[in-house]
């Protein structure tokens, strides 16, 4: 089970970091990451740590600007969301899967098996 917290109301540039506490099932043998999703859009990969080697990936539209990080020892994962623009206005969730995903399908929700309750999080201009 997994549950996001830190979303809230920020303005433009501002910093959030969002976390994700897992139960059941420890983030260190699973690939982990983070979606997002605005009403009446498809959902949106933004970060994933890969389980097999722990290289991080990201959205081209957040390098530079978010870090995915993890705390095996708390069982959690981060993202550290710097610069933050209107366009980053959405549903964050995290997630996780049992598979090592190639870089082509590290984004395609299908490759992860837990998906947890999404935080909002709004940029103003």
């Known amino acids: 089970q997994l549950q996001a917290f830190g979303g809230g109301l920020v303005q433009t540039g501002d910093s959030l970091r969002l976390s994700c506490a897992a139960s059941?099932?420890?983030?260190?043998?699973?690939?982990v990451g983070w979606f997002r999703q605005v009403v009446g859009k498809e959902r949106e990969f933004v970060a994933a740590?890969?389980?097999?080697?722990?290289?991080?990936f990201y959205v081209d539209s957040v390098k530079g600007r978010f870090t995915i990080s993890r705390d095996i020892a708390k069982n959690t994962v981060y993202l550290q969301m710097n610069s933050l623009k209107p366009g980053d206005t959405a549903v964050y969730s995290c997630v996780a899967g049992t598979g090592s995903p190639v870089l082509s399908a590290i984004g395609l929700p299908s490759m992860y098996n837990y998906w947890g309750q999404g935080t909002q999080v709004t940029v103003s201009s």
């Open positions: 740590i890969r389980r097999s080697d722990s290289r991080p």
């Open positions: 059941g099932r420890t983030f260190g043998t699973l690939t």
